[in-house]
Antibody, heavy 118, light 110 residues
Framework: QVQLQESGPGLVKPSQTLSLTCSVS??????????WSWIRQYPGKGLEWIGY???????YYSPSLKSRLIMSVDTSQNQFSLNLTSVTAADTSMYYC??????????WGQGIMVTVSS | QSALTQPASVSGSPGQSITISCTGT?????????VSWYQQYPGKAPELIIY???KRPSGVSNRFSGSKSGNTASLTISGLQADDEADYFC??????????FGGGTKLTVL
């Protein structure tokens, strides 16, 4: 079955760029029935939708993050990525990648904790 | 858009039924039948248990059910079991390709 795995640095300095990759296994990212999304969870528990990307490269971003966010897809590697610029301590979160099917997030990665600190 | 509103905690005894509410606005829950619910155990990723308000993914127990009335969606768990103790999150489409989550509800099985 399809599995997702996040990778990237666990520590990012303030004002720098947070870069994460999600590797998809057990299925093709070019399956047109799905979007590929990023979601983060604050230490206090709340979830926040960040955005999602289609295999064609079409992206949709949360309005609150849109000015700092770039998402992309690499079909040759079966991966999709997130780049969040100008990070602050408020961006410290657990970051999850997830598959979108039938208007819900049906498969999630295990998550990666990212701390913004100097 | 603001996050959806859930109670911080609910509790129930084994065998009982509990209901978790999720309140949004006319712009999200009130307009779209695109509410989903997720179960999360400590240290684990959330898992989908309800989508499109009331549909269950394959493999999810029929003790979990969803509904919606106006701007409020609800998750009901019947025949409460010890391993239902977890955090539960609601999510709704908010229009213009935007998704909203609730703040989460901690379920305690007494």
């Amino acid at each position: 079955q399809v599995q997702l795995q996040e990778s990237g640095p666990g520590l990012v300095k303030p004002s720098q760029t947070l870069s994460l990759t999600c590797s998809v296994s057990g299925g093709s990212i070019t399956n047109g029935g799905h979007y590929w999304s990023w979601i983060r969870q604050y230490p206090g528990k709340g979830l926040e939708w960040i955005g999602y990307v289609f295999y064609s490269g079409t992206t949709y971003y949360s309005p609150s993050l849109k000015s700092r966010l770039i998402m992309s897809v690499d079909t040759s590697q079966n991966q999709f990525s997130l780049n969040l610029t100008s990070v602050t301590a408020a961006d410290t979160s657990m970051y999850y990648c997830a598959r979108v099917t039938s208007n819900s997030f049906d498969i999630w990665g295990q998550g990666i904790m990212v701390t913004v600190s100097s | 858009q603001s996050a959806l509103t859930q109670p911080a905690s609910v509790s129930g005894s084994p065998g009982q039924s509990i209901t978790i509410s999720c309140t949004g606005t006319y712009s999200d829950i009130g307009t779209y039948n695109l509410v989903s619910w997720y179960q999360q155990y400590p240290g684990k990723a959330p898992e989908l248990i309800i989508y499109d308000v009331l549909k269950r993914p394959s493999g999810v127990s029929n003790r979990f059910s969803g509904s919606k009335s106006g701007n409020t969606a609800s998750l009901t768990i019947s025949g409460l079991q010890a391993d239902d103790e977890a955090d539960y999150f609601c999510c709704s489409y908010g229009g213009t390709r935007f998704w909203l989550f609730g703040g989460g509800t901690k379920l305690t099985v007494l």
